[in-house]
Nanobody, 123 residues
Framework: QVQLVESGGGLVRAGGSLRLSCAAS????????MGWFRQAPGKEREFVAA???????YYKDLVKGRFTISRDKAKNTVYLQMNSLKPEDTAVYYC?????????????????WGQGTQVTVSS
């Protein structure tokens, strides 16, 4: 099990940038695949991006070219750099972890979740 704490959310104007961080506890962090999901009011939680233990990355089509997921194993932290933000990116963003990733974008694949951080993009 790994504990996850997100930070970096906030209010930003359309076109702006934010970098989310997810700090993980546990000595086996490097073995986990990590994902970012988001949930807007009245909508289901959706996949945003993921990075495997080996560094392979995956993105939701709508964020490709704007968002970048990365990880720093020495700091036990995964990041989500978000550029060219749009009002439709407004949501609570969650960090998640799994040791056994088979379906990248499926929330049920992830065993551990953070508490979420709010991102609000104004028009």
């Amino acid at each position: 099990q790994v504990q996850l704490v997100e930070s970096g959310g906030g209010l930003v104007r359309a076109g702006g940038s934010l970098r989310l961080s997810c700090a993980a506890s546990g000595r086996t962090f490097s073995s986990y695949a990590m994902g970012w999901f988001r949930q807007a009011p009245g909508k289901e939680r959706e996949f945003v991006a993921a990075i495997t233990s080996g560094g392979s990355t995956y993105y939701k089509d709508l964020v490709k070219g704007r968002f970048t997921i990365s990880r720093d194993k020495a700091k036990n932290t995964v990041y989500l750099q978000m550029n060219s933000l749009k009002p439709e990116d407004t949501a609570v963003y969650y960090c998640a972890a799994t040791l056994n990733l088979r379906v990248v974008g499926a929330s049920y694949e992830y065993s551990d979740w953070g508490q979420g951080t709010q991102v609000t993009v104004s028009s």
